[in-house]
């Protein structure tokens, strides 16, 4: 029996050496496309973006290769839960709900969110009464939703999408008053075609942007996080910036 405990005793420190020893040679790293400019696909169809540069950057920095994975939004929790790869790095908003099922690393960007409709359309969305029966379009399961819901939901129509594109496409149709999104994804998807505008003021939601690993990797996280402050510290993260935005995202 004691050479047995001792036996498995040695087993089990061999196992968890095993996974202290996890090199992150590879990091697989899920990404919802399109969401421009954070992430989409160029003309030739490969990946690109603010997000999918910086990522590529931390990986370079870590000594690691990057594998980006395209998962829809609505599944991209439990599919890093379950293992299908080992990071989100997809403008991921650090909530206090989400950081129960996963790790955050520390913020890398946050923009304000907007509300955007067609020209002519006089929206006063700071107006509740005036905002009665509208139908206004997000994107499922984001902050943009929650804060919708919360502040409209009880007098307009909420409709939810699961890609941006999908939300653009309804108000292009014409089958939505007005929608509400992260600022940038407004800026280069709805606002280049000059019939439609900004409506109001930006509205800051949330406290940044996270990259979400899962709990038991902290070792990644950590090296995720290193690798991000010395990007900002250098001048990376600030050329990758100002190639898509004409504005400071940084935090």
Do not use: H
Request: aromatic residues 10%; charged residues 30%.
């Amino acid at each position: 029996m004691k050479k047995l405990i001792i036996a498995m005793s040695c087993m089990l420190a061999f196992t968890a050496g095993s996974l202290q020893a996890k090199d992150w040679k590879e990091v697989r790293i899920a990404v919802d496309v399109p969401y421009e400019p954070f992430e989409y696909k160029a003309s030739d169809g490969t990946l690109t973006g603010f997000e999918i540069d910086l990522g590529n950057a931390v990986c370079a920095e870590i000594g690691a290769k990057c594998e980006w994975i395209p998962q829809a939004w609505d599944g991209i929790i439990p599919g890093l839960l379950a293992r299908k790869y080992d990071a989100i790095m997809s403008s991921m908003s650090i909530t206090e709900e989400r950081a129960k099922k996963v790790l955050f690393s520390e913020g890398y960007y946050n923009t304000p969110s907007g509300w955007f409709a067609k020209k002519g359309a006089n929206l006063n969305t700071a107006d509740k009464a005036a905002m009665k029966g509208k139908k206004v379009g997000v994107q499922r399961g984001t902050l943009q939703d929650n804060y919708v819901t919360e502040k409209l939901g009880d007098v307009v129509e909420v409709k939810r999408y699961t890609t941006a594109d999908d939300l653009v496409l309804d108000l292009t149709g014409g089958r939505l008053d007005v929608v509400f999104l992260d600022y940038p994804v407004g800026e280069k998807t709805i606002i280049t075609d000059s019939n439609y505008e900004t409506v109001g003021d930006t509205i800051p939601v949330g406290d940044g942007i996270g990259v979400a690993f899962r709990k038991r990797d902290q070792e990644l996280a950590n090296k995720f996080n290193k690798a991000l402050k010395k990007l900002k510290e250098d001048g990376t993260y600030d050329k990758i910036m100002k190639k898509y935005f004409s504005y400071n995202i940084k935090i």
